[in-house]
């Protein structure tokens, strides 16, 4: 190719794809329950709108006669089948982004799985769609997915629906069916807040009406799915919201620039406006917008900028910057809805970590208000969510962070929880509102603190927390333990399991999630009277890591000792003091640790302490000794 032509070529390149800039974006989902076609039907669109290239064609031709299920056609399903277990079990798993145009309109399509166990992909897809397209076999009408799907959907503030009633082929293309579906969706959605529901009769295998209208139905008058996702009304970014800028980086090249980057996520931002760090209050005047296309006097929500301001304020990465006259909720506890992925259920009083756009927290789900019955939508009363289930739910983090509400700001307003141990998300929420004590209640100064308390007994406080199984011998080191304190003249105070299940905890039973909340309570108490200079000793079975870690997260450095009580069950059950293990085996007592319910062993404790072939005696001193060489 000469010069002249290259240059030819690449000024029509240019054009084309500033035009294609203007077109405006719609995201959207497909989605719905298993095998409702969702990933044949965005492979038939693609085809018929003639999108999927000569080699994609070739590739999938292939594999339509190794993995496909449509007989000797084309099985339109696999081009968005990416991963190989995908195509071997005919299913998606993943959630699969695809990018296409016609001449009216961009779109970005999210391939969302049908599976309950991969509701986190679904859920993931739909947080930044503008569209859903729910998919339902005319076979089966709507599903118990399909009700999930749909309540995801309106929780994630998608606003338009597309119900596609896909395999109308199979019913004779009967309109009867295709109407009973239709209203039995319009009815049970009818409090979800949808701006629109258009439903649509398809057969996504032969085509009917995804590009064109279908000749097989002339009962149906509407348009077709492709006709609709070109016209559906997309509403622009609302800029009079106030504006938000997560930052995600800051960048210093060199001592005379320091600026802000990160992506608006609300609002406009202008030279000479005033903004605040949002946790730290600190406020300043932005002097210039750096771009990689130059400076601009103002930016608007969807634009990558980077804020320098008037003043040095302190500004990391994980700050907020807000609007100075409107700012974002800081608070350490609110309400939330929030859906749950993990196979182990959720339990109130448990810690995890939270993530925003912004903070990464430890944080505790101090009350699960209410579960939304997937199939008539009530609340119902319940202790815990398990997998795939919603509920609305009271949170606490440890310190405060900077949130809008879900409703007013969805980048700003969701979370995930993770789980401390093995890292894997467990759940995912949108934030309601602030709770009102958590901006009611403030800390009261005291002049009098732990260490002048602690001075005045000669003494460095700490919980000296021992854990183990049932009959392992820990009330019994606790005693030996503080009698050999206090002889030395320590001010000590022993928190037995047992005996506050007595009074404090007498509300509580043996379920894991009053475990949870009974080490809580425990270790709030603890937590109190370490505060007052006492040295503590918890004797608790406290089964769980998660838990403990809890306990441990709530005391300065080295306050907190783990000790474990290491005595194997089967001694355990030999000993069985107050014969419980007995009544356990018998079933008789239910959630018993190490018969019914698990023990889960600590990895890093302070101190180990072997009981078998040693007496209390020897094991209380060996806890004398630690603490006297802290």
């Given at each position: ?34 095998d ?65 145009a ?5 779109f ?22 503008d ?20 309540y995801?959907?309106?929780l ?50 032969y ?12 009962w149906?008058?509407g ?23 997560p ?14 980057a990160?992506?608006?996520?609300a ?46 304020v ?33 339990m109130?009083?448990r ?13 505790t789900?101090?009350?699960?208000k209410?579960?939304?019955d997937?199939n ?18 009271n ?13 007013d ?27 009102r004590?958590a ?57 037995d ?62 306050d ?42 600590p ?28």
């Amino acid at each position: 190719m000469n010069a002249l032509a290259f240059a030819a070529t690449s000024d029509a390149l240019k054009e084309y794809l500033a035009e294609q800039e203007q077109k405006p974006l719609l995201r959207f989902i497909t989605c719905g329950s298993v095998d409702d076609g969702k990933s044949t039907l965005i492979g038939r669109l693609l085809y018929d709108t003639k999108l999927i290239f000569d080699d994609q064609l070739e590739a999938l031709e292939r594999d339509s006669v190794r993995h496909g299920n449509a007989g000797d056609a084309i099985d339109f399903s696999l081009l968005l089948d990416g991963l190989e277990a995908e195509r071997e079990q005919g299913i998606t798993i993943d959630v699969a982004y695809r990018y296409f145009a016609t001449s009216e309109r961009r779109f970005i399509v999210a391939d969302t799985p049908g599976h309950e166990e991969y509701t986190r992909n679904m859920a993931t897809g739909a947080s930044t769609a503008d569209l859903a397209i729910l998919l339902v076999d005319s076979r089966q009408g709507i599903l118990q997915q399909t009700r999930r799907h749909a309540y995801i959907a309106s929780l994630l503030g998608i606003r338009h629906i597309v119900l596609a009633v896909n395999k109308i082929d199979l019913v004779n293309y009967d309109e009867t069916v295709f109407e009973t579906i239709a209203n039995d969706f319009r009815f049970f959605t009818l409090d979800f807040g949808f701006q629109t529901i258009t439903a649509i009769p398809i057969s996504a295998r032969y085509g009917d009406n995804v590009t064109t209208a279908s000749q097989n139905m002339p009962w149906y008058q509407g348009p077709s799915l492709l006709g609709h996702l070109e016209t559906v009304p997309i509403a622009d970014a609302d800029l009079n919201r106030p504006f938000r800028l997560p930052v995600q980086l800051v960048i210093r090249p060199h001592l005379d620039f320091r600026g802000f980057a990160g992506q608006i996520a609300a609002g406009r931002v202008s030279v000479g406006d005033r903004i605040a760090v949002t946790k730290s209050g600190h406020t300043s005047t932005v002097r210039s917008i750096v771009t990689a296309d130059g400076n601009l006097t103002s930016a608007a929500q969807g634009q990558a900028v980077t804020l320098v301001l008037d003043d040095e304020v302190d500004v990391s990465r994980g700050d907020l910057l807000a609007a100075a006259e409107d700012r974002p909720q800081l608070a350490d506890q609110f309400m939330a809805h929030l859906v749950w992925f993990s196979s182990e259920p959720m339990m109130p009083g448990r810690s995890y970590v939270l993530r925003t756009e912004v903070d990464s927290v430890p944080a505790t789900i101090t009350a699960l208000k209410y579960q939304v019955d997937i199939n008539n939508f009530s609340h119902e009363a319940s202790k815990s969510l398990h997998m795939n289930e919603i509920g609305v739910c009271n949170i606490a983090t440890q310190s405060p962070i900077a949130f809008d509400s879900y409703k007013d700001n969805r980048t700003t307003g969701n979370f995930v929880l993770i789980d401390r141990f093995t890292n894997a998300t467990v759940g995912a929420g949108m934030i309601d509102h602030p709770l009102r004590r958590a901006t009611n209640i403030q800390w009261q100064a005291l002049d009098i603190n732990k260490e002048a308390r602690a001075a005045l007994k000669h003494q460095k406080p700490a919980v000296l927390w021992l854990t183990g199984y049932s009959g392992a011998g820990k009330s019994t080191i606790a005693n030996t333990l503080e009698k050999l304190l206090h002889a030395q003249g320590k001010h000590t105070y022993v928190l037995d399991g047992d005996n506050v299940r007595h009074g404090l905890n007498r509300d509580l039973g043996f379920t894991a999630e009053d475990r949870v909340e009974n080490i809580r309570r425990m270790a709030e108490v603890a937590k109190l009277m370490t505060q007052a200079g006492l040295i503590v000793i918890v004797s608790a079975i406290s089964p769980f890591r998660s838990e403990r870690l809890m306990a441990r997260d709530l005391f300065d450095e080295g306050d907190f000792i783990e000790i474990f009580v290491d005595t194997p069950l089967s001694e355990c059950t030999k000993r069985d003091p107050k014969g419980l293990y007995k009544k356990a085996m018998a079933g008789e007592l239910q959630n018993f640790t190490g018969i019914s319910s698990p023990y889960e062993e600590p990895e890093n404790a302070e101190i180990h302490l072997r009981t078998v072939n040693h007496s209390p005696d020897e094991l209380a001193l060996r806890i004398a000794q630690y603490l006297a060489e802290r």
